[in-house]
Nanobody, 120 residues
Framework: QFKIVESGGGLVQPGGSLNLSCTAP????????MGWFRQFPGKERKEELS????????KYADSVKGRFTISRDNAKNVVYLQMNSLKPEDTAVYYC?????????????WGKGTLVTVSS
């Protein structure tokens, strides 16, 4: 019962900003490698936006580099995705992912997603 909850999505105008939040009420996210993904309308595969184990290892997709920033507040058990300069093509369902690794085994835990719509 690893429940992840994303929030902060909604309707925003082009050029605007949103800050998405990811929480896990019963688990300590500090113990996991965290990432954000998105799924475009009509697509099955998720695009990896940003994943981090520590700040030095943080990587971003070219499509969002310089505009999106992933961060975490361990005291609040929250992982954020700050999204700036939003474009209509950013419209998608955004998902939070928590990953744990055990030698040959990798486990991924997903939230239900939060919809971001960029439109005037």
């Amino acid at each position: 019962q690893f429940k992840i909850v994303e929030s902060g999505g909604g309707l925003v105008q082009p050029g605007g900003s949103l800050n998405l939040s990811c929480t896990a009420p019963k688990f300590n996210l500090d113990l996991y490698s965290m990432g954000w993904f998105r799924q475009f309308p009509g697509k099955e595969r998720k695009e990896e936006l940003s994943c981090m184990n520590n700040p030095e290892d943080t990587k971003y997709a070219d499509s969002v580099k310089g505009r999106f920033t992933i961060s975490r507040d361990n005291a609040k058990n929250v992982v954020y995705l700050q999204m700036n300069s939003l474009k209509p093509e950013d419209t998608a369902v955004y998902y939070c992912n928590a990953q744990e690794t055990y030698s040959d085994l990798i486990l991924d835990h997903w939230g239900k997603g939060t919809l971001v719509t960029v439109s005037s």
